[in-house]
């Protein structure tokens, strides 16, 4: 990312390896430096990149502000390119077809819906944990964080068992893909467009009590959702239902896992859990970018005037250690009221899973440390590999010893 001045085209603002390592830093100067920078993506196009909390909150709820890639000025953007059967779905969409769609997804979703996976979620957890007694070392992230969401949203669109490998491996290669081999992420884009299609026919010839079933009802039943809208809609519910909770998830473990006094807080008093899980989503949350959005019409952002279609990207990162709304942002405080951040989202898309990614993490950290109290990092914090991505912050890597050594302390009560 760097300064497209003209006055001084090569001058870097950021260097992109320290800002895939540490967003905070990076951000946190920008934030500094003014609420919004004119700056040139890793993508090699101009950017508006806004940092402080307050510019960023109302942007986030600003109408003018449009997902739809259609309001982008010619050439100014670029994206995964998706076949149209999947690029149809609510990250790309305004009102009134995203009020539509979403309305359609809260009649089903339900709260109800979402307490109903309490229970299958503990014994998911607990199985994967189970592979994992008896070794001293393990990797979180394969055998923990990355298969236990997969599991959910195979669960909640009724996947079938026997599928489920294929089905991971090929979301894998789409939200995790390998640099070296791009055609491996466009191969599983087809694979899962071929298998969302052969999965939608099968719950229609065989409903089951599942998330796509009762989708399939409301499309056909009340004809407000064309076939490429419902497919584009459970192909967003596995890439956003599936990536921003394993990183949420294996960031949460590797801040407690850093920060000794505040998990030895948390398993002394369970009642911290649900306050807990909001400052992890804050301190280290899964998105360090909101996705990209265009302007309708010229508009003033943080007293910096936006060109109508011009790409404006807004830190997450930036606004959750702004110390204008978070007192001493950068330290981990699990008794923080961290309510108002924006992991999560805010406005007309805030993000229709937030129940169920805040019931995943809070089950996944406290399965985890019932299960090994004595849980601890195998490298220093610094040395934890991060993916090498603006667009999501998460791990490649969680190495963790899971038993007791010489001199180690912090047993203490349950986390749940």
């Not at 099968?202 to 064309?226: F, G, N, Q």
């Not at 008794?335 to 993490?361: F, K, N, Q, S, V």
Request: charged share 25%; glycine share 8%.
């Amino acid at each position: 990312m760097s300064n497209p001045d003209p006055t001084s085209p090569s001058e870097p603002v950021v260097d992109s390896a320290e800002l895939f390592q540490d967003p905070y830093a990076v951000y946190g100067r920008l934030r500094e430096e003014g609420p919004v920078h004119r700056i040139t993506g890793t993508d090699g196009l101009p950017a508006w990149l806004v940092t402080r909390y307050d510019d960023v909150r109302r942007a986030l709820a600003d109408p003018r502000l449009s997902l739809d890639k259609r309001n982008a000025t010619p050439g100014g953007y670029r994206g995964m390119a998706l076949p149209p059967a999947l690029d149809a779905n609510l990250l790309n969409m305004d009102p009134p077809d995203h009020t539509r769609i979403r309305r359609m997804v809260t009649k089903v979703f339900t709260p109800r819906h979402v307490e109903g996976l309490r229970v299958p979620i503990r014994r998911a957890a607990d199985r994967l944990l189970d592979s994992l007694a008896g070794q001293d070392e393990a990797d979180l992230i394969p055998s923990y964080a990355a298969p236990l969401p997969i599991t959910v949203i195979c669960d909640l669109l009724g996947v079938p068992q026997a599928q489920r490998p294929d089905f991971r491996a090929w979301t894998d290669a789409l939200v995790a893909p390998d640099p070296t081999r791009p055609e491996r992420a466009r191969e599983a884009v087809g694979r899962l467009l071929s298998f969302f299609t052969r999965l939608i026919a099968d719950k229609r010839t065989r409903p089951a009590d599942d998330l796509l079933s009762a989708l399939i009802a409301v499309r056909d039943e009340e004809d407000r959702l064309s076939e490429d809208e419902l497919m584009s809609l459970a192909f967003l519910i596995l890439v956003a239902g599936y990536e921003n909770t394993v990183h949420l998830i294996g960031n949460a473990v590797a801040a407690l896992l850093a920060h000794p006094d505040q998990l030895a807080a948390l398993r002394a008093d369970a009642g911290l859990l649900d306050r807990a899980v909001e400052e992890l989503a804050r301190y280290d949350g899964p998105v360090p970018l909101a996705i990209r959005r265009f302007p309708t019409e010229d508009i003033v952002i943080g007293g910096a005037t936006v060109p109508a279609g011009e790409t404006v990207l807004l830190s997450l990162a930036a606004a959750h250690r702004d110390p204008r709304r978070f007192t001493d942002p950068d330290r981990l405080d699990l008794g923080r009221d961290a309510t108002g951040h924006l992991a999560l989202g805010h406005g007309i898309h805030y993000c229709l899973g937030a129940p169920l990614a805040r019931m995943e993490t809070g089950i996944a950290l406290t399965a985890l440390f019932d299960r090994f109290p004595g849980l601890s990092l195998a490298v220093p914090p610094q040395d934890l590999r991060r993916r090498p991505s603006m667009r999501s912050r998460g791990l490649l890597a969680l190495p963790v010893r899971t038993a007791d050594r010489p001199g180690r302390t912090g047993r203490g009560a349950s986390v749940g």
